[in-house]
C-alpha cells in the first residue's frame, strides 16, 4: 500500500481503538508528512475535528506556499467541510482511501482545480463498512444526518 496511506489508515485505526469514528489523514510536503491526525468527535467532543481538520491542525499554522506544494491524504472521501478547508488553503491534490461507503464533495473539489485520486483501499473499505455496521447512529452523526 502507499505508505502514505497506510499512515492516514494507522490514525483511523487509532481512533477507532479509542473508541472513535476510524478516518485518518496526512498532510504531506514534498514527501515528509507535517501533520497527521484523525476524527477526534467522540474523544474530545469536537464539532470540527474529523480527520482532515485533525491533521490541518496538528501540521500547525503554515505559509500558503507550503499548502500549495501538499497532498491530503485521507481514508474516506471528504466531507464538505474538510473539502472547504482544502479549497480555503489551496490544497492541490487529495488521495482519497475510498469513496464507496461515503461520498464526498469530490465533484467540488475536482470543479475548482484540485486533482483528486480516489485508491478504493480495500482494507479502507473493510474498515468503514464494518464500523458503519456496528454505530449506525454514530456514524449518521458524523455525516449530519
Ligand atoms: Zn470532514
Redesign the pocket.
Known sequence: MDKYMQAALDEARQGLAEGGIPIGSVLVYRGRILGRGHNRRVQSGSTVL?G??DALENAGRQPSSVYRDCVLYTTLS??P??SGAILLYGIPRVVVGENLTFMGEEALLRSRGVDVEVLQTPACIEMMTDFIEASPELWNEDVGK
Request: proline share 14%.
Open positions: 474529523h482532515e481538520m471528504p466531507c467541510m474538510c
